[in-house]
């Protein structure tokens, strides 16, 4: 005897970021982070890559022209409630990721806001190994301007802001354009408590800071993770705020409860829940 079922829809978060073949970071981590969240991924990979859960050997950019064939499906017949941003593999591949940004938000120009674009900007692995084919910062520039929100660690920042100025100011001088938030991460640090800090443009909300345990031992896809849940959260319609808070104690979750599959970082576990109110 046949039933009906009852079948729910689930907003649908557009992802560009690389291929990791030990499936510990990149787009498998976003999938699972995303999915976490309640939303549903659109993973378009811009790169293969050649590494383990902790070394980098090699980048291969994929063709910017089938980025953007496959992105055109997916636009011409799903909604897109949000974009999460990874490495993009070289400036050919960013330049045309921020068409497509701009073609998505004039096609959904009536929504009352403009889709959050979420850009994680991997520089480098945590190891220091180039990710992009190119200089990294500059093959990511492009997008830059197009990001809602940009999760930059501490070296990153570093690298994206001028030199010679504080965090804050660092932080801020990210802002401007699109970009509304800025999240910069401690986790490279080494004091005891991870301090991850916020910067907005909201004048309600224009700094704060959250502090989280620092779990011994190294974590691939950490990065990912965070930046991918914030974008699944978003897309379900949280507020920025309720998104980077929630996200973050996903993040700390799927780090407590990592696991090994060999010698060296853990990979984050993905698929623990959290209630949220």
């Not at 079922?5 to 999938?31: K, N, T, W």
């Not at 068409?99 to 938000?105: A, E, G, K, T, Y």
């Not at 804050?168 to 640090?189: F, N, P």
């Not at 379900?236 to 799927?254: I, N, V, Y």
Request: glycine share 8%; with cysteine.
């Amino acid at each position: 005897m046949r039933r009906d079922v009852q079948h729910l829809e689930r907003p649908c978060v557009l992802v560009f970021a690389g291929h990791d073949p030990s499936g510990g970071a990149g787009i498998q981590a976003d999938i699972e982070a995303i999915a976490a969240q309640g939303a549903h991924a659109l993973p378009i990979i811009t790169a293969l890559t050649v590494q383990d859960n902790n070394q980098v050997y090699a980048v291969h950019p994929v063709a910017a022209s089938l980025i953007d064939a496959q992105a055109q499906v997916l636009i011409a017949n799903m909604p897109i409630d949000a974009i999460k941003l990874g490495i993009v593999g070289n400036r050919d591949n960013a330049e045309t990721i921020a068409r497509l940004i701009d073609q998505i938000q004039r096609h959904d120009r009536d929504r009352a806001q403009p889709i959050p674009v979420v850009l994680d900007p991997v520089l480098a692995s945590g190891h220091g190994n180039r990710l992009s084919a190119e200089d990294a910062s500059f093959a990511m520039s492009p997008l830059l301007g197009r990001a809602t929100l940009i999760t930059p660690n501490l070296p990153e920042l570093t690298k994206l802001a001028p030199h010679g100025l504080s965090i804050t100011q660092q932080a801020r001088a990210l802002l401007g354009g699109d970009c509304s938030d800025v999240l910069v991460k401690g986790g490279h640090g080494h004091e005891a408590l991870v301090i991850n800090r916020w910067f907005s443009t909201n004048p309600l909300q224009a700094e704060m800071e959250w502090s989280w345990p620092r779990y011994t031992g190294g974590f691939h896809g950490s990065g990912c993770t965070l930046a991918a849940a914030i974008s699944g959260l978003l897309a379900m319609g949280l507020p920025m705020a309720s998104a980077l808070l929630h996200a973050q104690e996903f993040t700390q979750q799927s780090l407590q409860h990592a696991y090994k599959i060999a010698p060296g970082q853990m990979i984050p576990l993905r698929s623990v829940t959290q209630g949220r109110k």
